[in-house]
């Protein structure tokens, strides 16, 4: 039976990138979960995890993807610290296919370099990004490391990785 792909890991390990590439390779549409929850919240990540806290966030994220998996089979991207949370990860390893993509500090590093006013974690003035990425990743990797499968993507485009992740898929379909 056909089921979810959900792309799982930190920010700047190519999740976005991979999406649309494995989607069209598998024939299904993308889903950026953190999308549909500012739509739902007429408001950005950064601004409800402070009006609103995160544990609310994580609630309506698991919410959301609770009534995902029950539409037809698409590629799930998550934000990276949807996998941390207990119900939410129950259900991803449960109801879909999940791939961690996974990249080391210094690759993390060099992509988010550019990018750190969009991330609400990695916003904060005077913040240390490698310091903040290391923290991150030794908090959610023994989460990450539960996932169905780990794909690499220092070293590989993203049209690899969606291409090795097509492939896998199959074998546990």
């Given at each position: 039976?056909?089921?979810?792909?959900t792309l799982?890991?930190m920010?700047?390990?190519?999740?976005?990138?991979?999406?649309?590439l494995l989607a069209a390779?598998?024939?299904?549409?993308v889903?950026e979960?953190?999308?549909?929850?500012?739509?739902?919240?007429?408001?950005?990540?950064g601004e409800?995890?402070?009006?609103?806290?995160?544990?609310?966030?994580?609630?309506?994220?698991?919410?959301?993807?609770?009534?995902?998996?029950?539409q037809?089979?698409?590629?799930?991207?998550?934000?990276?610290?949807?996998?941390?949370?207990?119900s939410t990860?129950e259900?991803?390893l449960?109801d879909?296919?999940?791939?961690?993509l996974?990249a080391?500090?210094?690759?993390l590093c060099?992509?988010?370099q550019s990018?750190t006013?969009?991330?609400?974690?990695?916003?904060?003035?005077?913040i240390d990004?490698?310091?903040?990425?290391?923290?991150?990743l030794?908090?959610?990797g023994?989460?990450?490391?539960?996932?169905h499968?780990?794909v690499?993507?220092d070293?590989?485009?993203?049209e690899?990785v969606?291409?090795?992740?097509a492939?896998?898929?199959?074998a546990?379909?």
């Amino acid at each position: 039976m056909a089921k979810h792909v959900t792309l799982i890991g930190m920010m700047g390990a190519g999740k976005s990138s991979v999406a649309p590439l494995l989607a069209a390779k598998i024939g299904r549409q993308v889903v950026e979960v953190d999308e549909i929850i500012e739509q739902q919240e007429g408001m950005p990540i950064g601004e409800i995890f402070i009006a609103k806290g995160e544990a609310y966030f994580r609630r309506a994220e698991r919410d959301i993807i609770a009534a995902l998996i029950q539409q037809p089979p698409a590629v799930l991207s998550l934000g990276g610290g949807a996998f941390q949370w207990d119900s939410t990860r129950e259900l991803l390893l449960a109801d879909t296919v999940v791939f961690y993509l996974s990249a080391t500090l210094e690759v993390l590093c060099s992509r988010l370099q550019s990018t750190t006013a969009a991330r609400p974690l990695l916003s904060t003035p005077g913040i240390d990004l490698q310091q903040t990425i290391r923290e991150l990743l030794e908090r959610r990797g023994a989460y990450y490391g539960q996932a169905h499968y780990r794909v690499e993507t220092d070293f590989h485009d993203p049209e690899d990785v969606a291409r090795s992740i097509a492939t896998m898929r199959e074998a546990y379909e």
